[in-house]
């Protein structure tokens, strides 16, 4: 069957091969942090320096020259090129890793580390270095307005219009590298599977939502994305 319109949602395992820890793993992530203290507006009002050091931490990592995207972002970049229909790419990831393999028509449903929002004017801009909690915002000219541009959990994902019309409009629907675990991505699959779309997962191991996909091919993103994508 050829596809019309494709729409491909990513998660923190197809970066985990380039170096960046995954949330669930067992060294995840969330392993020296509980998401209540550093990924919610209410660990931000609470501590802001907690916040900052995290999200300064995971930036000064993403920058390493060792971390670069991987042949799963890769592959991804090029079915994107070559497929004549449509084509969306929502990643629940922060990192850079898919616009440095090529591709394009991307959505960052849960925002951008390399960027920083002003609470005051809701401007979003690119970060210059570690932020520290009372640094003085570009636009405003006030100091401790600054936030990491991150989707916490609470808060509302972005361009969810754009995906959710994508979603209902598609006719293949791939998931890499996600546990199943956050909502609304999560629930991409059903949406899918509403309008008739053949679901794929490609995942180390089955998810939460396995048994919501029409296919499992489970194994590395950086063996099995490639394959899938030939
Ligand atoms: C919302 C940015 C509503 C931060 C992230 C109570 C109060 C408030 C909300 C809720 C609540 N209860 C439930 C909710 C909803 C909540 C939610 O789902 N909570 C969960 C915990 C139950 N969701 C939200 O709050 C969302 N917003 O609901 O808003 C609303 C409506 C209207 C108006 C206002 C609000 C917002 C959620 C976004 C949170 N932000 N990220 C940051 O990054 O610091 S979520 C963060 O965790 C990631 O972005 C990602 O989405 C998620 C982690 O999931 P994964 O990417 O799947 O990573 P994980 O480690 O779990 O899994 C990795 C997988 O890869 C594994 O399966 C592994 O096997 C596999 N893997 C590993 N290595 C490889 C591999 N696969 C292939 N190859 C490999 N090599």
Avoid at 1 to 10: K, N, P, S
Avoid at 51 to 71: K, S
Avoid at 172 to 192: K, N, Q, R
């Amino acid at each position: 069957m050829r596809y019309q319109h494709i729409v491909i949602l990513t998660g923190a395992g197809i970066s985990a091969e380039s170096g960046i820890k995954t949330f669930r793993a067992a060294d995840g992530l969330w392993e020296n942090h509980r998401i209540d203290d550093v990924a919610t507006p209410e660990a931000f009002e609470r501590d802001p320096a907690l916040v900052h050091t995290f999200y300064n931490q995971r930036r000064e990592q993403l920058l390493l020259p060792d971390i670069q995207p991987n042949a799963a972002h890769e592959a991804l970049a090029r079915l994107e090129q070559h497929f004549a229909g449509q084509f969306l790419l929502v990643t629940q990831n922060i990192d850079n890793l898919h616009e440095r393999a090529g591709s394009q028509n991307l959505i960052h449903m849960h925002g951008e580390l390399l960027n920083l929002r002003c609470t005051t004017s809701g401007q979003v801009f690119p970060h210059q270095g570690p932020v520290m909690p009372d640094a003085r915002c570009g636009c405003c000219d006030q100091h401790g307005t600054l936030r990491p541009d991150i989707v916490w959990f609470g808060e509302m994902p972005m361009q969810m219009e754009l995906i959710y019309d994508a979603l209902e409009a598609c006719d293949l629907f791939i998931s890499i590298g996600t546990s199943g675990h956050v909502y609304p991505a999560a629930g991409f699959v059903e949406i899918a599977n509403s309008v008739g779309a053949e679901t794929v997962e490609i995942n180390l191991e089955p998810s939460k939502t396995q048994s919501a996909f029409d296919r499992h091919i489970y194994g590395p993103a950086s063996r099995e994305v490639p394959l899938f994508v030939e």
